[in-house]
Nanobody
Framework: QVQVVESGGGLVQTGGSLRLSCAAS????????MGWFRQAPGKQRELVAV???????KYAVSVKGRFTISRDNAKNTVYLQMNGLKPEDTGVYYC????????????WGQGTQVTVSS
């Protein structure tokens, strides 16, 4: 069983930055490509960014050039640096521990709220 804990969300103005962290613990065998997803009110959860153990990444078109995903394999931790935030980035951000496929098959965290004010 894998436990996932996200942190780093908050309230920020348009153009601001936040750095999210996601720490996974438990069975390392189940921790593969880690990824970030977000869900805005009334919308479906969507992929934001994913990173493999080897460092390959993929991003949603809407965040390319503004967000950067990274990971520390030794700590089973993934980060999401978010710059140039926009109101449409508002939502609950979730981490998943096996996120390359669709749908993601890993464990989910409880989420962290990101609110971008205009």
């Amino acid at each position: 069983q894998v436990q996932v804990v996200e942190s780093g969300g908050g309230l920020v103005q348009t153009g601001g930055s936040l750095r999210l962290s996601c720490a996974a613990s438990g069975s390392s065998i189940s921790i593969n490509a880690m990824g970030w997803f977000r869900q805005a009110p009334g919308k479906q959860r969507e992929l934001v960014a994913v990173i493999t153990i080897g460092g390959s990444t993929k991003y949603a078109v809407s965040v390319k050039g503004r967000f950067t995903i990274s990971r520390d394999n030794a700590k089973n931790t993934v980060y999401l640096q978010m710059n140039g935030l926009k109101p449409e980035d508002t939502g609950v951000y979730y981490c998943n521990t096996d996120a390359w496929g669709s749908p993601p098959s890993g464990s989910w965290g409880q989420g962290t709220q990101v609110t971008v004010s205009s």
